[in-house]
């Protein structure tokens, strides 16, 4: 009898053990399938600073303001969400506040530009200098993996510019000094947005140049060498020291990213090597050579952020990154790979074997070179 009330016991446990599974399980789908605000917040955040270099603060002051509160409640809301159980968990209050915070600071950058435009006097070097700001984005940054928010700002300063210059010539003075000081605020926000990108993107540069110089010095005893900029788009071949081949690259569209997990799209950072190398029908791409990604470092970042929280815990850290072909589109396609045209994937297929040492750096050139000493 006793052995009986035992084994019930232990099949009880089981059972509520089993339920309990299935319900966090059930939960995790749920939260899973929920849309979480992050990119409303992010949309929110950005048309609130586009509205202070506006100025609203001071010529829109009310709209401004109403901007902040609609955002600080959503982020008061959204704290206050994560604090309750999974499954009841509701983001939609949150999106709305972080809507209706983005559209009052629209209405705030456009009320704040209406009251404060003043187009210079001297109107030929106004327009030359505005047409220089927008010249310096396309020159440093048009081919950076740049948010879609700040790429549709320089061309918001593009049209708004052009329609200045239009409303200037038909006599609509107003109308100019309005469209024009439009054009200066998104420019403006632009290219401070994208400069900091860069900027924030060649802190590692130091360590960068190391990886380059150590990959440089390791086929001076003649060993073939892969090295992989990717600022400047380029795969070089060094052997003895010397660069004997350089074909143009693509990467993963989240290039400037440092790869995390799989679905980033982002090219990793490193020193890898060929694990193996493919042609005819075991590659879509033409000809490939497989990357022993991750590596030790990799996972051991990986697992770093996992633990902080930085990274879901259901994500997974990616593999088959490749050397492949089917490049040569003119844009980062890949899902990370580093892509070649065909010819030129054929050429380095002949030229080097497994385990040949590929490293992937973002610049091997500094920023003052990339930037040609231009300041921003």
């Not at 955002?71 to 972080?98: G, P």
């Not at 140049?209 to 892969?226: C, M, P, Q, T």
């Not at 890898?272 to 000809?287: D, F, L, N, V």
């Not at 892509?339 to 490293?359: A, E, P």
Request: glycine share 6%; net charge positive.
């Amino acid at each position: 009898m006793g052995l009986n009330k035992k084994s019930g016991i232990k099949w009880l446990i089981i059972v509520l053990f089993s339920v309990f599974i299935v319900t966090m399980t059930i939960s995790v789908i749920i939260v899973s399938q929920k849309i979480l605000p992050t990119e409303d917040l992010r949309l929110a955040r950005e048309a609130l600073t586009i509205a202070k270099e506006a100025e609203a603060n001071i010529y829109s002051e009310q709209d401004y303001k109403e901007s902040i509160r609609l955002y600080d409640s959503a982020m008061l809301n959204w704290k206050r969400e994560n604090d309750r159980f999974i499954l009841f968990r509701d983001y939609s209050r949150i999106v709305a506040n972080a809507k209706s915070s983005k559209k009052k600071a629209e209405e705030a950058s456009d009320e704040a530009i209406k009251k404060s435009a003043n187009l210079n006097l001297n109107v030929e070097a106004a327009f030359v200098v505005l047409a220089k700001k927008i010249e310096l984005y396309n020159k440093l940054f048009k081919d950076l993996p740049l948010p879609k928010s700040v790429f549709d700002a320089h061309n918001k300063s593009k049209m708004f510019l052009s329609e200045s210059k239009i409303a200037h010539e038909s006599g609509k003075l107003k109308d100019a000094e309005i469209l024009f000081k439009k054009a200066e605020v998104y420019v403006n926000h632009a290219n401070v947005a994208a400069g900091k990108m860069l900027r924030d993107y060649f802190v590692d540069h130091p360590n960068w140049l190391h990886l380059a110089n150590d990959a440089i010095a390791a086929s001076r005893g003649g060993n073939k060498v892969i090295l992989v900029d990717k600022v400047a788009h380029i795969l070089y071949v060094y052997q003895s020291g010397k660069a004997i081949r350089s074909y143009s690259a693509e990467f993963g569209p989240n290039w400037m990213a440092h790869k995390e997990r799989t679905g980033d799209r982002a090219t990793p950072e490193g020193n890898y090597h060929i694990a193996s190398k493919k042609a005819g029908g075991s590659t879509t791409y033409h000809k490939a050579m497989l990357l022993d990604y991750p590596n030790a470092e990799d996972r051991i970042r990986f697992e770093a952020k996992k633990r902080k929280g930085l990274i879901s815990r259901n994500a997974g850290i990616g593999n088959l990154i490749e050397i492949h072909g089917n490049g040569g589109k003119g844009f980062d396609w890949t899902i990370g790979c580093i892509g070649l045209k065909d010819r030129d994937i054929d050429d380095l297929y002949q030229l080097v074997g497994s385990g040949t040492r590929v490293t992937i750096v973002g610049s091997i050139e500094s920023l003052s070179v990339v930037s040609e000493g231009v300041d921003f």
